[in-house]
């Protein structure tokens, strides 16, 4: 018996198995089953890890386990679009898994201070996780490890300082303080283990404490806004099916038609919810018609094309008289689902790309603040998975929207996780920039969020399903225009840390040197 329970924790505590366990961890705290505790554990059997290796390229070999581990499994819905899409896109983005765990190792055989290596540690994870999110040749924002809060507010509400990065930078000095315990060896440690475990506390109970005081401190708003949302429910397999245009438009006629007797101010369509070219396509005169005979201003979603190679996923506002008062073109493409990155180095994947189907989309030039009758509100609009980037919603917000519409189609995920993991997304942009966001899915989550990133009304069926079902709700949204610190300078969190880590890595080679010449 003792020999099978030294061969189970000698498997146990090797640093492949931990690695893994990293993975699963981080998995589960993300829906489904949405463990959110679980974030501020799950990084520490991959420092664990860490500490038993003894090269930089084990290193990254157990950072890019973890992750490829991490985004097969919270992305496991993929694989109904394309199987190949779903291992190359976790294969690229465990790159960054491999990069923080070689940052990671570096740091730790350093004779820095435990302060400096757990700041060290939870900077190298916001860089990471900063330059993967954000720069425009990588751009891929799912899962931000704070995303796994999105559904507890009182969590939440220090992305209004920070961001969705600088929480993230919490939750990874709560995983690295908490690791360092784990030294049963250094028994004259034991002082030192209380204060980091005091420290890991406090942290932890700060963003709660903070978080109950910002829910509780909110005030009463003097204007609302009537919006609409609409959620058409269409199979993807009927998407873009010519015989099905007719019926797809007649779904959104009669939907805005139900909604306007609610008296509502604005109505919005789903992602290319018109299923054709909306400047190209006769039955776009139907839509206008149709704003025309409800008198009322509406936002559709519809695809742009000006030649057969430049073509946009559009979103366009038509005002009362059904004239198309604006548009805005998507800025951030998906990769491997919208488009091919890096093409001079994928080229291989294009005839794979045109077998499956893959579209190859233009981005658009800018963003759009979108004004209409109701001149006092202005409001911006995100498509798709932008609102997974915390730099997109905020240059809205900067530029004078008083709220944010997000429109997608989640139809192609089936009844999985990533309709609420994408909800995740929208919930921290109310957060950071203290605006309401508005969805509308052809199937996902259709719905109202708060300033404070609670969900306040959804599209549900009888049992409370939320997603394949068709429908509308009507909101009176609350409109309080008031900017976080994060809208002003919070969003600089990253670029901060970035200044941490060099100022942290000078250090260290001023020290080697001086060591080196005495």
């Avoid at 809060?149 to 990065?165: D, E, K, R």
Wanted: proline share 5%.
């Amino acid at each position: 018996m003792t020999k099978k329970k030294s061969a189970l924790s000698a498997f146990i505590l090797r640093p492949s198995f931990l690695s893994l366990l990293t993975g699963v961890l981080l998995t589960l705290s993300y829906p489904f089953p949405g463990w959110k505790f679980l974030a501020w554990v799950a990084l520490i059997p991959l420092f664990y890890a860490l500490r038993l290796t003894s090269s930089g390229a084990q290193a990254l070999g157990l950072g890019y386990l973890a992750g490829f581990v991490f985004f097969a499994l919270s992305m496991h819905w993929l694989v109904h679009v394309t199987l190949v899409g779903w291992l190359l896109l976790a294969a690229f983005e465990a790159l960054f898994f491999a990069v923080f765990a070689w940052l990671v190792f570096w740091g730790k055989r350093t004779e820095w201070p435990t302060i400096c290596k757990i700041l060290w540690t939870a900077s190298s994870w916001t860089l990471t996780e900063f330059i993967r999110s954000e720069v425009p040749v990588f751009g891929f924002g799912w899962n931000l490890l704070a995303y796994s809060q999105a559904f507890s507010p009182v969590m939440i509400q220090s992305a209004s300082l920070v961001g969705a990065y600088g929480l993230g930078f919490l939750i990874v000095m709560v995983n690295v303080t908490l690791a360092k315990l784990f030294r049963p060896e250094k028994r004259r440690e034991r002082g030192v283990a209380a204060s980091l475990f005091s420290f890991a506390v406090l942290i932890f109970l700060g963003n709660f404490i903070f978080g109950e005081w910002r829910l509780l401190e909110e005030k009463q708003p003097e204007e609302y806004l009537r919006v609409s949302v609409l959620q058409g429910n269409i199979p993807q397999s009927l998407k873009w099916a010519p015989v099905a245009r007719e019926k797809i438009v007649g779904i959104y006629s009669r939907l805005s038609e139900l909604a306007s007797t609610d008296q509502t101010d604005l109505v919005i369509w789903p992602e290319a919810s018109f299923p054709g070219y909306f400047n190209r396509d006769f039955q776009s005169e139907i839509v206008q018609n149709l704003a025309l005979k409800l008198s009322l201003p509406m936002l559709i979603g519809g695809l742009h094309r000006v030649t057969d190679n430049e073509i946009y996923n559009s979103a366009y506002l038509m005002d009362k008289t059904g004239g198309i008062r604006q548009r805005y073109d998507k800025l951030h493409l998906v990769p491997f689902g919208e488009y091919i990155p890096l093409k001079p180095l994928f080229f291989w994947l294009t005839p794979i790309a045109d077998a499956l189907g893959i579209s190859d989309f233009s981005a658009g030039a800018t963003s759009e603040i979108f004004r209409w009758a109701r001149e006092e509100w202005p409001f911006g609009v995100l498509i798709c998975f932008e609102d997974v980037l915390p730099s997109l919603a905020r240059a809205l917000t900067a530029q004078g929207a008083s709220f944010i519409a997000v429109i997608t189609n989640d139809a192609w995920f089936l009844d999985t996780s990533a309709p609420f993991q994408h909800l995740q997304g929208s919930i921290f942009r109310a957060v950071e920039n203290g605006v309401p966001v508005v969805r509308a899915a052809n199937t996902g989550v259709s719905g109202f969020i708060s300033r404070r990133g609670e969900v306040l009304k959804t599209v549900m069926d009888e049992n409370q399903k939320k997603t394949f079902v068709t429908g509308f709700a009507t909101y009176d949204l609350p409109l309080l225009t008031r900017p976080t610190i994060y809208r002003t300078i919070g969003w600089m969190f990253p670029y901060f840390v970035a200044g941490l880590l060099a100022l942290l890595t000078i250090f260290m080679i001023r020290k080697n040197i001086h060591g080196s010449l005495s």
